[in-house]
């Protein structure tokens, strides 16, 4: 495979305040360690803003001339727990242009694949609102760009943040052209999430949530991915699959309470790259999200960097899951089975 890596200095411009943990040290500790310790030399892909039309596809225009007036103050709270500073804009204009340009990178193959190492994050960001340390949606953006300038018909979103995607969520709630595919703790921060939450009217079966309690291991996330989004994608036949990879399900990240080793990521790495070669000629772009063990989040990336280019082989983990884990997913499996070959 060829694999691409997107990452700019300027995304860290954007900062938010002293003490935050979604914060530059993030992307550096990333950079440091790929600079040093990554056995292949990715294809560079290099950011670029995105337009006001393609924002507008996810977007309320009168949101993004917000966004835009933050340049002007060298801080703005947006909710709670998300700030700009003057060069937050900047940085989310390129995250979102950035992802888009990594999409056209992986389409340009075949056997292309990339990860685009993105600040700010993205997956909660909603139509008219900033939220959960979000700006503008990535992900969400890219999958529009696919669609609407590639001529794409079918995307696949799978998100293993440990929040809930509800911004990429609620952008195609009622489509049945990306489906949106979602593992998360719950209760928990955004809220939502259910296994209910199934899509509206075409869109019923295209979002495929499923909320689980704290601690999961390697063997859950493997088991989820592999015998539920599995069949989906098998069935569904994306022709791009994007990933919202969330590094906050990590053993050793402050805030997630799950249990994933960096062996666990490169077997969800591994998942996915067998998911996109059954389905799409390997077209895999993962987009970082949250994450907040700064090392540990950079030892993550780098193994799921050299098992999307090849230099590490998957790893042996048993996908199997404990009677929690197993309580917790039969009615996302019952819900589902109306749509899917579950
Ligand atoms: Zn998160």
Known sequence: MTTGVLLDPRFNGHFMGPGHIECPERLEAIEALLKTELDFSPA????RPASAAELARVHAPEYIDF????????HTPLDGDTAASSLSYEAALLAAGGTIEAADFVLAGPGRNAFALVRPPGHHAERGTAKGFCLFNNVAVAAEHLI??????RILIADWDVHHGNGTQNAFYARDDVLFFSTHRSPF???GGGWDEIGAGDGRGYTV???LSAG???????FLYRNILGPIARAFMPEFILVSAGFDIYAGDPLGGMRVSLEGFAGLAS??????QETCGGRLLLVLEGGYHIDGQARAVREVLRRMA?????????ADISITTQKEITPVVDVQRAFWPL
């Open 44 to 47: 560079r892909i290099a950011a």
């Open 67 to 74: 966004l835009s007036r933050t340049r002007e103050r060298a």
């Open 148 to 153: 609407r300038e590639r001529g794409l018909r």
């Open 189 to 191: 921060f955004p809220g």
């Open 209 to 211: 949530n499923a909320p």
């Open 216 to 222: 999961k291991t390697d063997g859950d996330f493997l």
């Open 271 to 276: 998942e996915l790259m067998d998911l996109a």
């Open 310 to 318: 090849g230099t590490r082989a998957a790893p042996d983990i048993r």
